[in-house]
């Protein structure tokens, strides 16, 4: 299953892009063994729009159009369930296992996410209940594909 990673901002050169790097090579060298493949990541502009709700439109829109036709759609919001890191994997096991192609994690702007791609979304997860940085939301999510995939092959990696 080819996973892909859809964020509303860019992330800069620094030390957060490159520890989120370090984990998607990671990611991209060990998820194959357990038949996950990282496809892509795609950094759209945020908008520039006079309003919190337009912005978050149009970033929708942007995030939709990159969307191949039956990918699966998780979105990372504040208001999204909880899952620990077994959880995640288990997720993204069953997920693979029901014979998807695609699997797109997205990130929404400084705004949020638009109510209609919310009710699109298959699944909406969180980082607990504390509002995150971009920045860091992109190094979180790269680091739990990995230990997903760890998980997923029972690689020592992760601990309980």
Not at 39 to 57: Q, V
Not at 61 to 67: Q, R
Not at 74 to 84: F, I
Request: with cysteine; net charge neutral; proline share 4%.
């Amino acid at each position: 299953m080819r996973i892909s990673l859809f964020a509303v901002g860019r992330l800069k050169n620094g030390p957060e892009k490159e520890l989120a790097e370090r984990y998607f090579d990671r990611f991209a060298k060990a998820g194959p063994a357990v038949g996950l493949e990282l496809a892509r990541i795609n950094e759209i502009n945020e908008s520039r729009a006079g309003n919190a709700e337009t912005r978050k439109r149009e970033e929708a829109t942007h995030l939709e159009k990159m969307l191949a036709d039956g990918a699966l759609l998780v979105l990372l919001d504040e208001r999204g369930k909880a899952l620990d890191s077994p959880g995640f994997a288990d997720l993204v096991g069953t997920i693979r296992d029901q014979g998807k192609r695609e699997l797109v994690v997205a990130i929404g702007g400084p705004d949020g996410l638009d109510p209609a791609l919310a009710a699109r979304a298959d699944h909406m997860l969180c980082f607990g209940k504390m509002t995150w940085p971009h920045q860091m939301v992109r190094v979180m999510i790269a680091e739990q594909l990995y230990r997903a995939v760890t998980i997923l092959s029972g690689h020592p990696y992760h601990r309980v």
